[in-house]
């Protein structure tokens, strides 16, 4: 790369040291990274990642695992083999170095809701990502007085990330002593045996989440909701609450739910996809898969 190339890209990038990689399934991974001096986020957001190809950057935004006031950045997400940048991203080790944006960006913020008594963090896959800071955040339990996490995957074994999460708001130094009490967490699988079987629309629709966590049913006065997770799985959660009365919200309009869809990963020959080459001058989407 040229001086001139190299000092663009520093402005809007920065390389990160890789502090763990964990794989939790063949396609699921955890990654830590050195936290980028300056680099403030909130609750929820998402921050672009990847790695270098050839003379340019390749990335994509990823959702914020870590907590806001967390020495590291943490990451969780699904990766096929054959998708470019996750896999590579899953095949890097300590001592490595990854790249991340200098900015954060989302729309899962307890500012983009109105004040409530209930919060239901709807999810699936790895759509749980963003909600893992939300479950750190001191802000969520002086907001609510009930947190419900739902996770709906396609295996058991695809749900052990979510539930170490849970089972470690305990140890938590910040939320440890209010988190579990008020945290409920609801998991379910689609495609093979398991206590809670079925698509988390289908159990809510049938009211079986609610008879299994033992509350009462969607209250538009009082309860908000965050959703992420596939794109058919974000619209019929959306269009379930919204026959309930609840209405979209935003940081600019606060309302009863928000949305963020996972940033899916097209595999290679298929086009299109998330991933970004970032030039420099510019960043551009790129026919490539990520």
Same mark, same amino acid.
């Given at each position: *790369?040229?001086?001139?190339?190299?000092?663009?890209?520093? !402005?809007?990038?920065?390389?990160?040291?890789?502090? #763990?990689?964990? &794989?939790?399934?063949?396609? #699921?991974?955890?990654?830590?990274?050195?936290?980028?001096?300056?680099?403030?986020?909130?609750?929820?957001?998402?921050?672009?990642?990847?790695?270098?190809?050839?003379?340019?950057?390749? *990335?994509?935004? =990823?959702?914020?695992?870590?907590?806001?006031?967390? +020495?590291?950045?943490?990451?969780?997400?699904?990766? %096929?083999?054959?998708?470019?940048?996750?896999?590579?991203?899953?095949?890097?080790?300590?001592?490595?170095?990854?790249?991340?944006?200098?900015?954060?960006?989302?729309?899962?913020?307890?500012?983009?809701? !109105?004040?409530?008594?209930?919060?239901?963090?709807?999810?699936?896959?790895?759509?749980?990502?963003?909600?893992?800071?939300?479950?750190?955040?001191?802000?969520?339990?002086?907001?609510?007085?009930?947190?419900?996490?739902?996770?709906?995957?396609?295996?058991?074994?695809?749900? +052990?990330?979510?539930?170490?999460?849970?089972?470690?708001?305990?140890?938590?130094?910040?939320?440890?002593?209010?988190?579990?009490? !008020?945290?409920?967490? =609801?998991?379910?699988?689609?495609?093979?045996? =398991?206590?809670?079987?079925?698509?988390?629309?289908?159990?809510?629709?049938?009211?079986? *989440?609610?008879?299994?966590?033992? #509350?009462?049913?969607?209250?538009?006065?009082?309860?908000?909701?965050?959703?992420?997770?596939?794109?058919? *799985?974000?619209?019929?959660?959306? %269009?379930?609450?919204?026959?309930?009365?609840?209405?979209?919200?935003?940081?600019?309009?606060?309302?009863? =739910? %928000?949305?963020?869809?996972?940033?899916?990963?097209?595999? !290679?020959?298929?086009?299109?996809? +998330?991933?970004?080459?970032?030039?420099?001058? &510019?960043?551009?989407?790129?026919?490539?898969?990520?």
């Amino acid at each position: *790369m040229s001086g001139t190339t190299d000092a663009a890209i520093a !402005k809007i990038v920065s390389f990160q040291d890789v502090c #763990l990689v964990r &794989h939790w399934t063949d396609e #699921l991974f955890s990654l830590r990274l050195t936290r980028p001096e300056g680099l403030r986020f909130r609750s929820g957001e998402h921050v672009m990642i990847g790695v270098m190809d050839s003379d340019r950057p390749l *990335m994509r935004p =990823y959702s914020i695992v870590s907590p806001a006031w967390d +020495d590291e950045l943490e990451f969780f997400a699904r990766c %096929a083999e054959d998708c470019v940048l996750g896999g590579r991203l899953r095949r890097l080790g300590q001592g490595d170095q990854a790249l991340v944006a200098r900015k954060s960006s989302g729309a899962l913020l307890l500012d983009a809701l !109105k004040p409530g008594r209930r919060l239901f963090l709807f999810s699936s896959g790895a759509g749980l990502a963003p909600f893992a800071s939300v479950l750190r955040d001191p802000e969520t339990y002086e907001r609510f007085e009930c947190v419900v996490v739902t996770q709906s995957c396609r295996a058991a074994r695809d749900l +052990d990330w979510g539930r170490a999460l849970i089972d470690q708001l305990s140890d938590d130094p910040v939320v440890g002593d209010r988190a579990p009490a !008020k945290t409920h967490y =609801y998991a379910s699988v689609t495609r093979e045996p =398991y206590p809670v079987r079925g698509r988390i629309t289908e159990l809510i629709a049938s009211e079986r *989440m609610f008879d299994d966590l033992r #509350l009462p049913g969607f209250d538009a006065h009082h309860d908000r909701a965050m959703i992420c997770g596939a794109p058919a *799985m974000v619209a019929d959660v959306k %269009a379930l609450l919204e026959g309930a009365g609840f209405s979209h919200g935003s940081e600019d309009s606060p309302g009863d =739910y %928000a949305t963020e869809r996972t940033f899916g990963e097209r595999r !290679k020959g298929e086009g299109g996809g +998330d991933v970004i080459r970032v030039g420099c001058a &510019h960043a551009s989407h790129a026919r490539h898969s990520g």
